[in-house]
C-alpha cells in the first residue's frame, strides 16, 4: 500500500528562525493535505494542494506540490511559539482512505 | 452542529472489557472516517462511511472492531474484549461530500487507555 514519509522527525527552532517539513510519497497522489496538531489536539486541516508544482501561502506558510505530484513541503518563515504542533501531509489512498505521513512535530523556543 | 462531536473523551477500560466509542458529524455530512492514532504517530485508517453503508473496512485491525452508522448521522465504534495494543486516540472525521480527496474535520478524539 502506499507510504507517505516525512522528514524531519522533531525540529527544534528559536522563536524567529525558518522551519521546513518534507513529505515523500511512494506514489502518485491526486492531492495532498497538510495538518497541524497542537500537543494533545486533534488534526486541523490547513490546505489542500492539487496541480503539479502548486504553490499556496497562508501568512507565513508557503506549501509546495511536487511536479511529479509525488513530495510535498511545507516552509513556515520566522517561527512564533504558536506553531508549535506536529505537521502532517496526508494523500488519498482509494476513495475512501487518506493515508497521513509520518509527521514532523516542531518546538518552537523563545 | 458546529463541529464533529466525541464522546466519551476519555475511558479507561480493563483488559478484556468491551467499549463503544460515539461520534456525532458535522450535520448534513455524507463521509465519516474513523482513524485510530497511536502515541508519536499519524493517524491511521479504520473505516469509512458513505451515509449509512459501510464502504470501506480495510483498516479495522481485527473482528474485535465493528463500527456503524445506522442512520446516516451518528457513528459507534465498538470494541469487544480490549487488549493493551488497543490503547490510542480514536479519531472520527466527517467531510461533506464523498471521497477521501475532500477536506474532512476532525473530532477532538476519545482517548483510551487499556490496563
Known amino acids: 500500500g502506499q507510504q507517505v514519509m516525512q522528514i524531519p522527525q522533531y525540529q527544534h527552532v528559536q522563536e524567529g528562525e525558518d522551519f521546513t517539513t518534507y513529505c515523500n510519497s511512494s506514489?502518485?497522489?491526486?492531492?495532498i493535505q497538510w495538518y497541524k496538531q497542537r500537543p494533545g489536539g486533534h488534526p486541523v486541516f490547513l490546505i489542500q494542494?492539487?496541480?503539479?508544482?502548486e504553490v499556496k501561502k497562508q501568512k507565513r506558510l508557503t506549501f509546495q506540490f511536487g511536479e511529479a505530484k509525488k513530495n510535498s513541503s511545507l516552509h513556515i518563515t520566522a517561527t512564533q511559539t504558536t506553531d508549535v504542533g506536529t505537521y502532517f501531509c496526508a494523500g488519498p489512498d482509494t476513495a475512501s482512505k487518506l493515508t497521513f505521513g509520518t509527521g514532523t512535530r516542531l518546538q518552537v523556543t523563545l | 452542529g458546529a463541529g464533529v462531536s466525541q464522546s466519551p473523551r476519555y475511558k479507561v477500560a480493563k483488559r478484556g472489557q468491551d467499549v463503544a466509542l460515539r461520534c456525532d458529524p458535522i450535520s448534513g455530512h455524507v463521509s465519516l472516517f474513523w482513524y485510530q492514532q497511536a502515541l508519536g504517530q499519524g493517524p491511521e485508517f479504520l473505516t469509512y462511511f458513505q451515509n449509512e453503508a459501510q464502504l470501506d473496512k480495510s483498516g479495522l485491525p481485527s473482528d474485535r472492531f465493528f463500527a456503524e452508522r445506522p442512520e446516516g448521522s451518528v457513528s459507534t465504534l465498538k470494541i469487544q474484549r480490549t487488549q493493551q495494543e488497543d490503547s490510542a486516540v480514536y479519531l472520527c472525521?466527517?467531510?461533506?461530500?464523498?471521497?477521501?480527496?475532500?477536506?474532512?474535520?476532525f473530532g477532538e478524539g476519545s482517548w483510551l487507555t487499556v490496563v
Open positions: 506514489t502518485t497522489l491526486s492531492n
Open positions: 472525521a466527517s467531510s461533506l461530500v464523498t471521497g477521501a480527496g475532500n477536506t474532512i474535520y
Open positions: 494542494l492539487v496541480k503539479s508544482g
